[in-house]
């Protein structure tokens, strides 16, 4: 990874902002800007140095893991230790990132700083981290790759009877086995009118003989995430959920149409909704058509009604719109794609096809 890179562009960031440096706290941002993976500690980048602070208990870690940044091991907090640094340089406006700050850790920036110094500079290391370089694209190439095996396990065990967790425990131990880091987020396995649940996590109810079984899973792999959603069918279709079905893959394939760069996301999900609305089932999508991933499983840009960002070659996004009709059934399809100049990859492979169990 081009950490060098990576800092020359924040110091660039900065300065257009008038800064003279940033305190870096939300942990992937600090992964992405120096490589550490660890859960404590905090980088502090002026426009002429950068250093990670942490404690002893992850000396051994930096040291091995930092790249393009000095190490400083602490005692107490490194936090502190961090902004106490700005408190004696002539560094005169210091970016911040409030999002990530609690009301307890912003009093002791302020403490260390003095208010008048500090200034919210969220979302400028997010805002680098959507346009992904080649050694990323690949981390997440591998991640999905990964995750389109992994649904060939669900493939195999899922059957009625068995119960949504023992569909999703077959497959998050599959994952292990594989080497993931942790999944991206909790499975998603639901069935029968569960699968009306955007987000109904997999549940001790059993698959039901008849009907959709959502299946959305994402894993962290080499730090980067994965992100996919299937849909199948216990037994035969109905012919009223067939068409469903195919409404939400048409609606998917029209919005994978739709991406490439200049467009805005509200451009994308809008070629979603329109397909959705010619079927009368729009009223029953009810999130966003996507969002970026990449370090963590939501990113920007959010490809969302209204959202005027326009996408970018080397953007990696999801495309996932739904239909969820409450008390019947939901389908919904996610790929994972990367912009192109041209267009878009879709980087989770293997058929959307309905497949009957």
Known sequence: ??????????????????????????????????????????????????VFFTDGRYAEQANAEVQGSQVRIVRKSALAAAARSFRTSRVRRIGLEAAHLTVAERAVVTTMVGPRRLIDAAPIVEELREIKDVDEIEKIRAACHLGNELFDR??????????????????????RKRGIEQMAFPTIIAAGKRSALPHGRASGAGIP???????????ILAGYCSDM???????P???????????????????VEAVKP?????????????????????QFFTHSTGHGLGLEIHEAPRIAAGQKKELKAGMVITIEP???????????????????ESGCGILTPGSKDLISL
């Not at 940033?22 to 993976?37: E, M």
């Not at 003989?209 to 894993?219: A, I, K, L, N, R």
């Open 262 to 282: 200049g467009v805005t996301a509200g451009e994308v999900d809008r070629a979603s909704r329109n397909v959705l609305k010619i079927h009368s089932l729009d």
């Open 154 to 175: 669900v493939k195999a065990v899922l059957k009625a009877g068995i119960s949504e967790a023992e569909v999703a425990g077959e497959l998050e131990f599959a994952a």
């Open 322 to 340: 739904g239909a969820y009709l409450p008390g019947k059934w939901g389908v919904r399809i996610e790929d994972t794609v990367v912009i192109t």
């Open 209 to 219: 003989p008849t009907g959709f079984v959502v299946c959305d899973s994402g894993v």
């Open 237 to 255: 279709p109905q012919p009223k959920a067939r068409r469903v079905y195919d409404a939400v893959r048409e609606a998917q394939q029209a919005a």
């Open 1 to 50: 990874m081009d950490y060098q890179g990576r800092l020359v562009r924040l110091r660039r960031a900065l300065s257009d902002q008038k800064l003279n440096g940033l305190l870096v706290t939300h942990l992937p941002n600090i992964h992405y800007l120096c490589g550490f993976t660890g859960s404590s500690g905090a980088l502090l980048v002026t426009e002429g140095r950068s």
């Open 229 to 235: 959603t299937r849909t199948v069918h216990v037994g």
